[in-house]
Every structure is written in C-alpha cells, then in structure tokens.
C-alpha cells in the first residue's frame, strides 16, 4: 500500500516539474560536497558534457534508475562524463546508509538551496539531466529511463 501510494505520488508530481526545467536551460551545479565529504565541482576549463541525476531513498523508479546509472559509470571510460547525483531526501545519513547498502560508487551529493534555485523546485522524480561544457541542459528525462534508454546515454561521453 506505501509502495502504491508513493507511484501515484510520483506520477501525479511529474507533469508540475517537466515544465520547470528545459532543454537550453543553463543551470549552475556550484561547489558541491558528496555524501563521503569530499568536494565536488565542475573544473573552469570544463570539456566534458555531466550527468545529473536527482533521486530520494524512498522512490522505487529512483532505485531501479540508480542501479541502472551504476551500470553505466562502471562502463564508461575513465574521464569522459561528469557524474553527479542528487539526493532530495531530507537526511543525509540516510542518504549515504541508502549508497552504501546498495554499493554504489557514483558519486551522490544532498540538493543544496543554490542548486534548488537553479533547477527549480523539485516536484518529481527521478529526474535525468545532461549538461553541455557550459551547463546547458542538452538532455532532459522526468520519471523512470529503462535499461536500453540508459546504455543510450553514453553517446554523451567523450573521450578523454
């Protein structure tokens, strides 16, 4: 019944959020610190398109698109896309316990008020997004990618 009732909580939100960010738009990530405490930034000379991800622990598109986005980092070669993901959740301990017991090695950082100024208020999620050199959004997903959609996104890697 919880299950039932956070999709059709998800389902319902992402119509409201798909009009908040856009293809075009320029959204500044900022200095960011993961879960693991360690700084997170896009360099100045950046060349490389980034992969933004929001999640939270509780949403079950979330934990299926998260284990398919470890996936794809685990292929991508070394250098080659900016990974970032996102926590809306309220609790970061919770957050880091929800990385750490399902192994992932992505790096996942908890939404900051500056980004959440950017992006817009988060209404729904999973939210995919991939950003140009100059943090443009290039690519945009509201709600669940399937795996076939994901291996897709390694167009977006470039070689280092």
């Known amino acids: 019944m919880k299950l039932l009732r956070h999709l059709i909580l998800c389902l319902a939100l992402l119509p409201t ?38 999640w939270a ?18 292929e991508l070669p070394p250098n080659s896309l900016n990974v970032i993901t996102i926590s809306i959740d309220k609790n970061p301990l919770l957050a880091k316990q929800y990385m750490e017991n399902n192994q992932y090695t992505f790096p996942a950082a908890m939404m900051t008020p500056e980004l959440q100024k950017s992006m ?16 443009k959004i290039i690519y945009r997903e509201i709600g669940e990618i399937f795996p076939e959609e994901y291996a897709d996104l390694k167009r977006f890697a470039k070689a280092p």
């Not at 949403?59 to 470890?70: G, I, T, V």
Request: with cysteine.
């Open 120 to 135: 817009g208020k988060v209404k729904g999620i999973p939210i995919l997004i991939i950003l140009d050199k100059n943090n």
């Open 17 to 54: 959020m798909a009009m908040a960010l856009t293809v075009g738009q320029t959204i500044e990530l900022g200095p960011l610190q993961t879960l693991n405490s360690t700084p997170y930034a896009i360099p100045v000379n950046n060349t490389k398109n980034t992969l933004i991800q929001v």
């Open 57 to 74: 622990t509780w949403c079950p598109f979330c934990k299926k698109q998260n284990a398919y986005l470890e996936k794809l980092y685990k």
